[in-house]
C-alpha cells in the first residue's frame, strides 16, 4: 500500500474498478458454474428444516416497491421479501447442505455463499446477468484474498466473519455506491462482522448452515445503510480497536487484487463439491468409494485407519461429538461418519444424513472401530490438496489401502460439464422433476446473456410451499 492509502481504500478501489468487459473469460466461465452449483444446493435443501423456517420468516419481512428504493426480493422456496432478508434466507438455502463450493488456504471458506447478497441486491436493482458475475468475481477475489492472508480460525472467529466484507462489496458495486458509500458500508459491516468460532465446534447446531447467510444478510444491510447517508467507521483495519488489532492480533498484507489474466483471479481457483460433506472429507469419500469395490462384506471389517492432515483432524475428527453425532450438521463434518457411509453405501446425499442412518448399528459399529491420525508428509501438502490415505483390516489380517488428494471437482481435478450438470439434476430432480430442473439449468447457464437472471426463482418452489 503506498503511503496514505489504508486496506479499506484498496478494497474500495478494486470493486469500483472491476468491470465485466475486462474479467479474463475463466472467470465468466467459472461464475456461471458457481451459479449452477448454488442453485443446485439450494433446490436440494428447499424441503429441509432451517432453509424453510428461514424462508418463513424472511417471508413475513415486507418491501415497499418504490422507483427510488428498488424491488423487493424473490426467495427459493416462494415469496419475497426485503433485500437483506431475502440474502438471509437465500443463503441459508445456498448453504445447507454443506454441498457449495470451496477455498482452502490459511482460513478455509465457501465462496458461494456470496451469491446470495449478489442475487439479493441483483434482483432489487434489476441488474442483469453480467452484473451479477461482475460482483461475484469481486467477493470471491476478496474473500480468498482475505482467507490467503490470515487464519482468523486460529483466534477463534469463524470463517463467516471474512464473509460479512466480501457480501459488502459485491452490494456496493451492485448498488452503483461512489467510493465514500462503499467506504463507509465496508466500515459498517466490518465492526459488526466477528463471528465465533463455535459455529464450528463440538455438537453442530442449524447455525452451522445459516452462519455465512446472516453475514450476507449483513453485508446487504451495511450497503443499504450507506447508500441512504450512514457513515461508518474507519479506518477499519488499520485504526485502534480496528479489525486488525481486534480480530487478527495484528496486521496482514494482502496480496493482488484481480489482473488481466486468467490465473489472476481467485474465482476459478475454488473447487466444486462432489457430495454434500464437509470439504476436508471429499477425498475420504473418494478413497471409500474406491474400496467399496474391493470389499465384498464390510462386516467383515476390523479397525479402520484414516492417515490425515492436520486441519481434518482439527475441524471434522477432534471434538468427541464427531464420533457420535446427533445432528446432520455435526454429522456432515464428521470425517469418520462421513467416510464409513460412504464405504456402506457408496453414496453421501441426504439420506446418509437421516436420524435412522445416524443411528445405524452397522454405521455405529464402523464409526467405533475408525481411528483418525495426523500425518505430518500428508499435513505439508495442505491446502494445495486434501489428502487422505484409508487402510481397512480384515479379520483375517490382510488389509486394503486407499489414497486420495484431489477427489472429483477440487481445482486440480475439476468436474466436467457433465458432471456438474449430474451433480445439479441428483439435487434436483428429486425435487422439482427432471424437466423443471433441465429448464432452470439451461437458464443459468445463460448468465451472462440473460437480462433478468432472478426470474429463474420464480420456478424454484415446491407445490406446497
Known amino acids: ?19 465485466f468487459e475486462t474479467l479474463p473469460p475463466a472467470v465468466v466461465v467459472e461464475s456461471r458454474r458457481r451459479w449452477i452449483d448454488s442453485l443446485g444446493c439450494a433446490i436440494g435443501a428447499l ?22 428504493t428498488g424491488t423487493s426480493c424473490r426467495l427459493f422456496g416462494g415469496g419475497r421479501s426485503a433485500p437483506d ?13 454443506d454441498c457449495n463450493d470451496t477455498y482452502l488456504s490459511k482460513e478455509p471458506a465457501h465462496p458461494s455463499d456470496n451469491f446470495a447478497a449478489v442475487m439479493a441486491v441483483g434482483e432489487h436493482v434489476q441488474a442483469p446477468g453480467t452484473r451479477w458475475i461482475e460482483a461475484a468475481a469481486i467477493a470471491y477475489e476478496v474473500q480468498c484474498r482475505l482467507a490467503d492472508a490470515f487464519s482468523i480460525r486460529a483466534r477463534g472467529w469463524d470463517h ?29 459491516a466490518g465492526t459488526t ?52 488489532q481486534q480480530v ?34 471429499q477425498s475420504a469419500v473418494a478413497a471409500a468409494y474406491e474400496l467399496r469395490q474391493r470389499l465384498d462384506d464390510p462386516r467383515r471389517i476390523t479397525a479402520i485407519r484414516i492417515d490425515t492432515f492436520k486441519t481434518a483432524v482439527e475441524i471434522i475428527a477432534k471434538d468427541p461429538e464427531k464420533w457420535r453425532p446427533k445432528t446432520r450438521e455435526t454429522a456432515d463434518h464428521s470425517l469418520p461418519y462421513c467416510f464409513v457411509v460412504a464405504l ?79 451433480k445439479f439434476h441428483g439435487l434436483a430432480d428429486p425435487i422439482l422433476g ?8 439451461d437458464q443459468a447457464a445463460r448468465l451472462d446473456q440473460d437480462d433478468q437472471p432472478w426470474s429463474v426463482v420464480d420456478h424454484i418452489r415446491l407445490d406446497h410451499s
Not at 466480501?166 to 463507509?184: E, V
Open 160 to 188: 463467516v466473519t471474512y464473509g460479512n466484507l466480501s457480501s459488502c462489496l459485491a452490494a456496493a458495486k451492485l448498488l452503483n455506491l461512489d467510493a465514500d458509500q462503499t467506504r463507509h458500508a465496508l466500515g459498517i
Open 434 to 441: 427432471e424437466e423443471k430442473a433441465q429448464a432452470i439449468l
Open 85 to 97: 432478508w431475502a440474502a438471509f434466507s437465500n443463503g441459508v438455502h445456498i448453504r445447507y447442505l
Open 344 to 422: 456402506l453405501d457408496g453414496q453421501v446425499t441426504a439420506a446418509q444424513f437421516a436420524d435412522a442412518k445416524l443411528n445405524d448399528p452397522l454405521v455405529l459399529d464402523l464409526v467405533a472401530k475408525t481411528q483418525v491420525v495426523e500425518d505430518p508428509e500428508l499435513t505439508a501438502r495442505y491446502p494445495k490438496g486434501i489428502p487422505n490415505r484409508i487402510t481397512l483390516t480384515l479379520e483375517d489380517g490382510s488389509t486394503l489401502e486407499a489414497f486420495n488428494e484431489f477427489p472429483p471437482g477440487h481445482d486440480q481435478n475439476p468436474l466436467s460439464d457433465e458432471q456438474l450438470a449430474a
Open 193 to 244: 462482522a466477528a463471528a465465533l468460532r463455535l459455529t464450528r465446534a463440538g455438537e453442530l447446531s442449524m447455525w452451522k448452515g445459516c452462519a455465512f447467510a446472516h453475514a450476507a444478510r449483513n453485508g446487504v444491510f451495511a450497503a443499504l445503510l450507506a447508500r441512504e447517508g450512514i457513515t461508518g467507521p474507519a479506518p477499519l483495519f488499520e485504526g485502534e480497536m480496528g479489525f486488525w
Open 1 to 19: 500500500m503506498t503511503a496514505g492509502t489504508t486496506l479499506a481504500d484498496r478494497l474500495v478501489e478494486f470493486t469500483r474498478t472491476t468491470r
Open 47 to 68: 424441503d429441509e428444516p432451517a432453509p424453510t423456517f428461514a424462508r418463513r420468516l424472511a417471508g413475513r419481512i415486507g418491501w415497499t416497491s418504490e422507483e427510488t
Open 248 to 281: 487478527c492480533g495484528g496486521p496482514f498484507e494482502l496480496e493482488q487484487l484481480g489482473g488481466p489474466n486468467d490465473g489472476d483471479w481467485m474465482l476459478p481457483k475454488t473447487s466444486i463439491k462432489f457430495v454434500p460433506a464437509e470439504y476436508h472429507s
